[in-house]
């Protein structure tokens, strides 16, 4: 094989290998971003004002930030992988929350004034925001005024 038949291999498999290797960095670049990306949304949501709680599509707690910790009386290890609705709100509520998740087409309920469970079993009077999308979910607790 002379040069001249040979140029064509050599130089395609030039460019794929270097088309690999920028693949290969472009992939790296975005991984490092979506994971400072992931990070700084965990401190976010950690350290928010508001009350949170975040938990799997069959309604399994997955976490909570400190605002709702402290609001509650729990620890985050006596909540986690239970049903949060039955951990946290009496039956009826927690029945009648439950199906309404189930049933509904929209993937936000607003306003759902309902009585928490706190850890020391005081109840307290509050108002949840639900959004849930892609089996997970999140739920603000706010205190009803």
């Not at 975040?54 to 609001?71: P, Q, V």
């Amino acid at each position: 094989m002379t040069f001249s038949e040979g140029f064509p291999l050599v130089t395609m498999s030039a460019l794929l290998m270097t088309l690999g290797v920028t693949a290969v960095f472009l992939l790296y670049r975005h991984l490092k971003r979506l994971q400072t990306e992931h990070a700084h949304m965990l401190r976010l949501i950690r350290q928010a004002p508001a009350a949170l709680i975040w938990f799997d599509g069959k309604g399994r707690l997955i976490g909570a930030n400190e605002r709702f910790l402290t609001l509650s009386g729990y620890r985050l290890s006596q909540l986690r992988g239970q049903l949060w609705t039955e951990r946290l709100l009496p039956s009826e509520t927690a029945l009648r929350l439950t199906h309404l998740l189930r049933t509904s087409d929209q993937k936000e309920i607003t306003d759902f004034s309902a009585s928490f469970i706190k850890a020391d079993g005081d109840w307290l009077e509050v108002v949840l925001d639900i959004k849930f999308d892609n089996g997970l979910g999140i739920t603000v607790v706010r205190e009803a005024s």
